[in-house]
């Protein structure tokens, strides 16, 4: 077995010139990791900014569907009163008078018309609400993909 005797002196060059062959790997690993790392929060912001818009959109969906909701019910108390109301014309019809009669009948085929251009708009608003929560599915399956891919390239 041969062996190489070093001063240290030429030790140190050793390590010297092995500092300075590494140096250069290891920095640009370490850059590479933090543009990965600018990447993720970056992500995350993005995601969290969607996030917080869906809610507040969903929120206000659901606001708007309680607040049709309560109109639509008012309307149908409405009509009722109505009918009834056209109910007791139509037994005293001796009493009344036609024009009444014909009033309240355009009345309530008013509030029909406006129970059913409710009832129009809050399907279309259970048809967006589908739809939002479809995308936020996908935002979110995106965002666990995008986390897994970055770990398992980071674990690389």
């Known amino acids: 077995m041969i062996r190489f005797h070093c001063n240290s002196g030429s030790h140190v060059r050793i390590q010297n010139l092995k500092s300075l062959i590494n140096w250069p790997r290891f920095r ?87 129970k059913d251009n409710m009832c129009r708009i809050i399907d279309c608003n259970h048809q967006i609400k589908a739809q939002l929560q479809k995308q936020l599915q996908i935002i979110l399956m995106t965002q666990t993909q995008d986390k897994s891919v970055t770990a398992n390239y980071s674990s690389t």
């Open 28 to 114: 640009s690993l370490q850059n590479e990791v933090e543009e990965l790392e600018e990447l993720r929060d970056t992500r995350e912001c993005f995601y969290e900014a969607k996030r917080i818009e869906m809610r507040k959109f969903k929120e206000i969906a659901e606001s708007f569907v309680v607040n049709c909701r309560t109109e639509v019910e008012s309307l149908r108390n409405r009509v009722n009163l109505l009918k009834s109301s056209f109910m007791e014309l139509k037994s005293n019809s001796g009493n009344s008078c036609n024009s009444e009669i014909t009033a309240a009948e355009m009345r309530r085929l008013e509030l029909q018309a406006e």
